[in-house]
């Protein structure tokens, strides 16, 4: 079993940014791929980036290249989802997950299907 925990969202203007951490515990996390997904209000969750176990391989979903970056800190078991020029587009509930398939499988057709893992959430405001 893996624990996930998310923590750093907030409320933000326009153009900041915020970091969010994913704090991982149970199977061995560096193995594993991880994501980060959102959900807006009324909306599916969406999938945002994901990044390989080693944390070489990254891929973005379009609207947030550029502006994201996704990170992990094996050593200490948590992942980062940097997030910058914040949009009000932007305003979810992030929630990251984790998958033991491999990189291979999972890489740029990342979807929440394939994670068997998540933490609770943690929302993402951003005004206008």
């Known amino acids: 079993q893996v624990q996930l925990v998310e923590s750093g969202g907030g409320l933000v203007q326009a153009g900041g940014s915020l970091r969010l951490s994913c704090a991982a515990s149970?199977?061995?996390?560096?193995?594993?791929?991880m994501g980060w997904f959102r959900q807006a209000p009324g909306k599916e969750r969406e999938f945002v980036a994901v990044?390989?176990?080693?944390?070489?391989?990254?891929f973005y979903t379009d609207s947030v290249k550029g502006r994201f970056t996704i990170s992990r800190d094996n050593a200490k078991n948590t992942g980062y989802l940097q997030m910058n020029s914040l949009k009000p587009e932007d305003t979810a509930v992030y929630y990251c997950?984790?998958?033991?398939?491999?990189?291979?499988?999972?890489?740029?057709?990342?979807?929440?299907?394939?994670?068997?893992?998540w933490g609770q959430g943690t929302q993402v405001t951003v005004s206008s």
């Open positions: 990044v390989s176990g080693s944390g070489v391989s990254t």
């Open positions: 149970g199977r061995t996390f560096s193995s594993c791929v």
């Open positions: 997950a984790t998958s033991p398939d491999d990189w291979l499988v999972i890489g740029a057709r990342a979807q929440a299907g394939m994670f068997p893992y």
